[in-house]
């Protein structure tokens, strides 16, 4: 089946460090997306990723960095620059396709992401 | 600025008890307004698609509906499998890139038997 996976599904690290997030996509999309959710707020843009080779800042990208290598995959850096790294980062990606029938987004499942 | 409002934060109902969430936004030009369904732990999932004022869409005991400025997701007859976290997202006229959308907060729902 197509689909998202991220992983691992929880990861904790002290401050101070740097923590690699992997996403990997099998629904032959070109575009590739990080958004952060945190308890009360809306999910927020990272990173999005048009094609391979480039990317560009959503809205809270300070502190966050990422590399399109591959069509398949859109890993995302917690650089220990980012305040409150602590939150549940969900990656998604999109065909870019005009379908008035589905979702833009195609979500994995998620990684918890705990510093203390 | 995109902005998307969701209420009430949390809803507990009865099984049965059947209810509304709401949804305002104020978007650049409305593309789509899109509704999906978060379990605890996982990645959101799919519900509606709608784009136009007084579109209705439904599947099962769900059902949205959009207007000018908002949109309601209305749940008849709940049962405690609809218990989840539901979310609004609008995708603007102008956006750049087809997976860039403004969400809410949600609503936490809790069904109870």
């Known amino acids: 089946d197509g689909g998202i996976t991220q992983s691992p599904k929880y990861l904790f690290r002290k401050e101070g460090q740097n923590v690699t997030l992997s996403c990997e996509q099998n629904l032959n999309h070109d575009a590739m997306y990080w958004y952060r959710q945190d308890p009360g707020q809306g999910l927020r843009l990272i990173y999005y990723s048009q094609i391979v080779n480039d990317f560009q800042k959503g809205d809270i990208a300070e502190g966050y960095s990422v590399s399109r290598e591959k069509k398949e995959s859109f890993p995302l850096t917690v650089t220990s620059a980012q305040k409150n790294p602590t939150a549940f980062y969900l990656c998604a990606s999109s065909s870019q396709q005009t379908d008035r029938s589905g979702s833009p987004l195609h979500f994995g499942n998620g990684t918890r992401l705990t510093v203390t | 600025e995109d902005q998307v409002t969701q209420s009430p934060e949390a809803l507990r109902l009865q099984e049965g008890e059947s209810s509304s969430l709401n949804c305002s936004y104020t978007?650049?030009?409305?593309?789509?307004l899109f509704w999906y369904r978060q379990d605890p732990g996982k990645g959101p999932e799919f519900l509606f698609t709608?784009?136009?004022a007084g579109e209705e869409k439904e599947k099962e005991r769900l059902k949205a509906t959009l207007t000018k400025k908002e949109s309601f997701l209305h749940i008849t007859a709940p049962k405690p499998e609809d218990s989840a976290t539901y979310l609004c997202?609008?995708?603007?006229?102008?956006?750049?890139?087809?997976?860039?959308?403004?969400f809410g907060a949600g609503t936490q729902v809790v069904v109870t038997p």
């Open positions: 997202a609008v995708q603007s006229l102008t956006t750049d890139s087809w997976g860039k959308l403004q």
């Open positions: 978007v650049s030009g409305l593309r789509g």
């Open positions: 709608l784009y136009s």
